[in-house]
T-cell receptor
Framework: DTGVSQDPRHKITKRGQNVTFRCDPI?????LYWYRQTLGQGPEFLTY????????KSRLLSDRFSAERPKGSFSTLEIQRTEQGDSAMYLC????????????FGEGSRLTVL | GENVEQHPSTLSVQEGDSAVIKCTYS??????FPWYKQELGKGPQLIID?????GEKKDQRIAVTLNKTAKHFSLHITETQPEDSAVYFC????????????FGTGTQLKVEL
């Protein structure tokens, strides 16, 4: 399967713990996006990378959140000192160099903070 | 920033009937309007999209229309089947920059036998 891959698919953690999600985009896609989706809502933009450069961050991305894409391939999203309000589905998407606008989403990583 | 509103939030149709979902957007600079289908526990999957230089686009049983003047666009599904049951999201974007999609709140479509 050559789609966007996310790991882990599910994560249950206690409040105050740190969690990290990984995203492997479609090969050769130079843009990578993180979105957050809460129950009953559409995905909300968090941040995006072009190659290894993080070009935009949403105000939703508090200082407890950090995203990296060190070699312009896979990306990680870390949440420090998790809060119950962080419980959501974290979606990764990638798009090709042709920049047509089409985003290809992964299956998501569901976070539950107890 | 962009704001996308989507209606209805839930839609129940009989198998074989048509379904229509409507969205409005606020940013006149938006020029790309995709529709995504999301099944339970999965990520959104693109089903059809339309660009601002086109008024209508069709792909088999699904079609999308765009009215730039009124800033609204619609998804039409004909001859609905049980496998069409899912949550559908509209979205809007200005291409050429960050390609940041703004999504609507979703429509839960249920196709009943």
């Amino acid at each position: 399967d050559t789609g966007v891959s996310q790991d882990p698919r599910h994560k249950i953690t206690k409040r105050g713990q740190n969690v990290t999600f990984r995203c492997d985009p479609i090969s050769e896609h130079n843009r990578l996006y993180w979105y957050r989706q809460t129950l009953g809502q559409g995905p909300e933009f968090l941040t995006y990378f072009q190659n290894e450069a993080q070009l935009e961050k949403s105000r939703l991305l508090s200082d407890r959140f950090s995203a990296e894409r060190p070699k312009g391939s896979f990306s990680t999203l870390e949440i420090q000192r998790t809060e119950q309000g962080d419980s959501a589905m974290y979606l990764c998407a990638s798009s090709p160099r042709t920049n047509t606008g089409e985003l290809f989403f992964g299956e998501g990583s569901r976070l539950t903070v107890l | 920033g962009e704001n996308v509103e989507q209606h209805p939030s839930t839609l129940s149709v009989q198998e074989g009937d048509s379904a229509v979902i409507k969205c409005t957007y606020s940013d006149s600079a938006s020029n790309y309007f995709p529709w995504y289908k999301q099944e339970l526990g999965k990520g959104p999957q693109l089903i059809i999209d339309i660009r601002s230089n086109v008024g209508e686009k069709k792909d088999q049983r699904i079609a999308v229309t765009l009215n730039k003047t009124a800033k609204h666009f619609s998804l039409h599904i004909t001859e609905t089947q049980p496998e069409d049951s899912a949550v559908y999201f509209c979205a809007a974007m200005v291409t050429g920059g960050g390609n940041k999609l703004t999504f609507g709140t979703g429509t839960q479509l249920k196709v009943e036998l």
